[in-house]
């Protein structure tokens, strides 16, 4: 190989080396940026499952309801800590709480409390007889019982509030609190309980302040007493207050004596013809009567290429339409109405439901339509109907009475009613009270045992 050859390969070689130097120098400046500015991490472009793409994201939670369990205050405290060191045996410092674990726990279940009271006599020389002590017990026992007034709390609280049978509050006593007692003697107890005074005087006002409300849902059930049937009239108001009472009639005069002659409020009820004749502002119930327009409008749904099928449930849709209004003007965005508007809104839906009524409850040529027995109901309660349009705060429906007799209906399913009108009295006073301090957010035993702790009987009288 000559010299100009060779010397030709350097060159070439000394070039590839300038263009490789280069190049490195590039990688590296671009190594460098990528690990200054990562890139984003990219998702793998699968398709999704129909069923999944269509779902629809979750709900977030309130932010009231994201935060961690709520520590109860401890009753005692209990420190778990170590002095040396487990590997080496060296002795510790720096001494820091690292976490907290609690407990839940009963405490063993206690025996009753016996007191035994007892009354001394002594004898005066003078007058010539013996004088007794008149220890006063009242507000620790009911009358001349040996109860006390927390146990009879207890067990008016399992009775009417947990819905227990009396066999299984036997029960409960002898085994959790080695207390025996006869189920007579738990039925008596019920009965002494709703004669004290301040127990009475409760239940009265109970039924006062529904009597003076301005809003009172009204409804009834059927109830047993001694193997008859009867039935049990419900009142109850927003504000929580509860009233049940037993009758062996389902006619209005029991509404109207319940409810007293001066009750001036609106009264919400189903459209049971007994509550016709109160002489006070009605509202009747829309989830009756939406929930007949339903049936309607599903008996005659299959068939709708004929024409009269198609104008039923035009109908039925009108009617739907006129409470849809009522309830978005009520609960628009832009708040609450005006009375002004509120009564232009009243009159407008019921001249549209009057319209609507008049179509098929009037001519007689209607009387087999199947739309006639509702559109009879819209013509006989037409201002009954929206009433809900006119007063702040009352509903269009009587929810509110349905959910409050319920636990009536399940008590009547798990004992059968009662046994006896004393029974029958004991049972809805009860229920007034504990239902009423429910609703309104109280502890019913609590409620009770402080209304049977107030002075309510006698000095306790020694049998001589």
């Known amino acids: 190989m000559t010299i100009e050859a060779l010397e ?5 070689l000394r070039q590839e080396l300038a263009e490789a130097h280069a190049l490195i120098a590039k990688l590296q400046g671009e190594l460098e940026r990528l690990h200054a500015d990562p890139p984003p991490r990219v998702k793998a472009n699968t398709p999704k499952p129909k069923d999944k793409a269509e779902h629809k994201s979750r709900r977030k939670r309130a932010k009231e309801e994201n935060g961690a369990r709520r520590r109860e205050t401890p009753t005692q405290i209990v420190q778990h800590e170590i002095d040396e060191c487990p590997d080496c045996r060296y002795p510790l410092s720096r001494r820091l709480l690292a976490t907290r674990r609690q407990v839940i726990e009963l405490p063993p279940p206690q025996p009753v409390e016996i007191t035994e009271h007892q009354v001394f006599k002594s004898w005066c020389s ?3 007889k013996w004088h007794y002590a008149h220890p ?3 507000g ?16 008016a609280y399992l009775r009417t509030t947990l819905r227990l049978p009396v ?13 025996c007692i006869s189920t007579g003697e738990i039925v008596e107890l019920l ?27 009204g409804d009834e059930t059927g109830w047993r007493e001694a193997g008859q049937n009867g039935y049990i009239w419900c009142f109850c108001t927003p504000e929580g207050e509860r009233w049940y009472e037993y009758d062996k009639s389902r006619a209005g005069a029991v509404a109207k004596r319940i409810l007293g002659p001066q009750f001036k409020g609106t ?6 013809a007994a509550y016709n004749d109160i002489p006070c502002e009605h509202q009747r119930c829309w989830v009756h009567l939406l929930r007949d327009l339903h049936e309607l409008k599903e008996q005659y749904k299959d068939d709708k290429e004929h024409s009269s099928n198609e104008e039923v449930l035009a109908w039925a849709g009108k009617v739907r339409k006129l409470y849809d209004r009522g309830q978005e003007v009520l609960h628009s965005e832009h708040g609450p109405p005006s009375e002004q508007q509120r009564e232009l809104l009243y009159i407008e839906l019921v001249e549209g439901a009057a319209e609507l009524a008049r179509k098929y409850a009037t001519a007689k040529e209607h009387r087999e339509h199947p739309c006639h027995t509702l559109a009879k109901r819209l013509l006989l309660h037409l ?6 349009v006119l007063v702040p705060g009352l509903s269009a429906d009587n929810n509110l009475a349905e959910r409050s007799i319920r636990p009536l209906v399940v008590m009547r399913k798990v004992s059968g009613g009662s046994q006896s009108p004393k029974g029958s009295a004991t049972r809805m006073m009860l229920a007034s009270l504990f239902g009423t301090w429910r609703a309104k957010g109280l502890n019913p035993f609590t409620e009770s045992f402080l209304l049977l702790s107030q002075p309510h009987s006698l000095p306790f009288v020694p049998q001589i």
Not at 8 to 12: A, D, G, M, N
Not at 140 to 153: D, F, K, P, T
Not at 191 to 217: D, F
Not at 267 to 272: A, C, G, I, M, N
Request: glycine residues 6%.
């Open 167 to 179: 066999r299984q509050i036997r029960e409960y006593l002898q085994t959790m609190h080695n207390l």
């Open 126 to 128: 003078r007058c010539g």
């Open 267 to 272: 009264l919400v009820t189903d459209f049971y």
């Open 140 to 155: 620790q026992v009911i009358g001349q019982g040996r109860i006390g007034v927390r146990i009879a709390s207890l067990i």
């Open 8 to 12: 030709e390969e350097v060159r070439r």
């Open 191 to 217: 009965h002494r309980l709703c004669k004290v005074e301040p127990v009475k005087q409760a239940a009265e006002a109970v039924r006062e302040r529904v009597r003076g409300s301005c809003i009172v849902h």
């Open 383 to 388: 201002e009954a109907l929206f009433q809900f």
């Open 136 to 138: 006063d017990l009242s």
